[in-house]
């Protein structure tokens, strides 16, 4: 089917579908943010500048400053919320691959339970250890490893 000709054809449903497509897409976005965030940075700078520096007679030093931080604030709140964006957006990629790798461990996981469960349920009939081989007799030729203490000498003569 051709997705040109359908009306419910959405172009971000195709990005929605691949991780490595909604990681691009999210970044090209994120690109743009940053942009505008810094002329945003500019306008506020300029923006400050020209406002505490509008005095009107009869104003004490601190008046311009204070008529000013409305302004400031509000446009300090722009930057934040599109520092928080952007950071959003980095997040929502990370965690669209990371749902993808979730979905492949969940058959994984689910099969090693299942697999689990099964063991558990016919247990597997323990095995006798096998039985030690047999010690010979002592041999008179013990050499380095023979006895450790000079009561264990036994039919050994001294040097």
């Keep these: 089917?051709?997705?040109?000709?359908?009306?419910?054809?959405?172009?971000l449903r195709d990005v929605a579908q691949s991780p490595e497509a909604t990681?691009?897409?999210?970044?090209?976005?994120?690109?743009?943010?940053?942009?505008?965030?810094?002329?945003?940075?500019t306008l506020a700078?300029?923006?400050?500048?020209?406002?505490?520096?509008?005095?009107?007679?009869?104003?004490?030093?601190?008046h311009a400053r204070l008529r000013a931080m409305p302004v400031e604030k509000a446009?300090?709140?722009?930057l934040r919320n599109l520092?928080?964006?952007?950071?959003?957006?980095?997040?929502?990629?990370?965690?669209?691959?990371?749902h993808d790798e979730a979905?492949?461990?969940t058959a994984k996981e689910r099969r090693e339970k299942e697999l689990e469960s099964q063991r558990?349920?016919?247990p597997q009939p323990l095995q006798a250890a096998p039985n030690?081989?047999?010690?010979a007799p002592q041999s008179q030729n013990l050499g380095y490893g023979g006895p450790t203490s000079i009561y264990d000498l036994g039919n050994r003569e001294s040097a």
Excluded at 1 to 11: T, V, Y
Excluded at 75 to 78: E, M, Q, S
Excluded at 86 to 97: D, H, M, N, Q, V
């Design 1 to 11: 089917m051709n997705s040109n000709n359908d009306p419910n054809h959405s172009p």
């Design 23 to 41: 990681a691009r897409y999210l970044a090209d976005v994120q690109r743009v943010l940053l942009d505008i965030g810094k002329n945003l940075e």
């Design 45 to 62: 700078h300029e923006t400050r500048v020209h406002l505490r520096d509008t005095h009107v007679e009869g104003d004490r030093w601190y």
């Design 75 to 78: 446009l300090g709140n722009v």
């Design 83 to 98: 520092h928080n964006l952007t950071a959003g957006l980095e997040k929502s990629a990370y965690k669209r691959r990371a």
């Design 103 to 105: 979905v492949v461990n």
């Design 120 to 122: 558990k349920k016919n």
């Design 132 to 135: 030690p081989p047999q010690q």
